[in-house]
């Protein structure tokens, strides 16, 4: 059964920093691209970004909004992505969800997700 | 960024009816990369369409997808009381891989 756990969120203050867990299980996590996107209370899904397998380098890719702010990681050894949040905005403030990417031959999309932990940039 | 558009924002219908959902894209999308979702209040996602027209796993076959270029479309031919929900379209052609603002169908 594939499992994807989101942990990490919290209060942070404007301006600081934070990084978000997602443990993998069920599925080859070395094999699969992982992707965050996000949802502002009453709001719609945001795309944060992506982190690719080995075999495409680990290539990341990010929203506009989250560019150079955001980082997208992943260990392998322990099937575990990571979202690195800097320089944190309230309008950050929201419900992060991690996805697990299948990709073949010319077709991608995210069948999994996690259950989603939420974030609140406040003083 | 490719830029999703949904229409209509809310789809007011009662269970039975058919539903039709439209996303349009700012530029072309390849129908390979093209998703939606449904999604519930307090719940994350669903996959339910991939490559424009193929179910994902357990999706019942009143749900169909169509569409290519910059218009796709998701079709609930009979709705029934669980449809009731926020519909999103997704590309992952070019990143970043936008979503439209969703399509929020409830009963009437």
């Known amino acids: 059964e594939v499992q994807l756990v989101e942990s990490g969120g919290g209060l942070v203050q404007p301006g600081g920093s934070l990084k978000l867990s997602c443990a993998a299980s069920g599925f080859m996590f070395s094999a699969s691209s992982m992707h965050w996107v996000r949802q502002a209370s009453g709001k719609g899904l945001e795309w944060v970004g992506r982190v690719r397998d080995k075999r495409s380098s680990y290539a990341t890719g990010y929203g506009e909004s989250v560019k150079g702010r955001f980082t997208i990681s992943r260990d392998d050894s322990t099937n575990t992505a990571y979202l690195q949040m800097n320089s944190l905005k309230p309008e950050d403030t929201a419900v992060y969800y991690c996805?697990?990417?299948?990709?073949?031959?010319?077709?991608?999309?995210?069948?999994?997700w996690g259950q989603g932990t939420l974030v609140t940039v406040s003083s | 960024e490719i830029v999703l558009t949904q229409s209509p924002g809310t789809l007011s219908l009662s269970p039975g009816e058919r539903a039709t959902l439209s996303c349009r894209a700012s530029q072309s999308v390849i129908t390979n990369y093209f998703t939606w979702y449904q999604q519930k209040p307090g719940q994350a996602p669903r996959l339910l369409i991939y490559?424009?027209?193929s179910r994902a796993t357990g999706i019942p076959d009143r749900f169909s997808g169509s569409g290519s270029g910059t218009d796709f479309t998701l079709t609930i031919s009979r709705l029934e009381p669980e449809d009731f929900a926020v519909y999103y379209c997704q590309q992952f052609d070019i990143p970043p891989f936008t979503f439209g603002p969703g399509t929020k169908v409830d009963i009437k």
């Open positions: 490559a424009t027209s």
């Open positions: 996805g697990r990417a299948y990709c073949g031959a010319g077709f991608c999309y995210v069948d999994y």
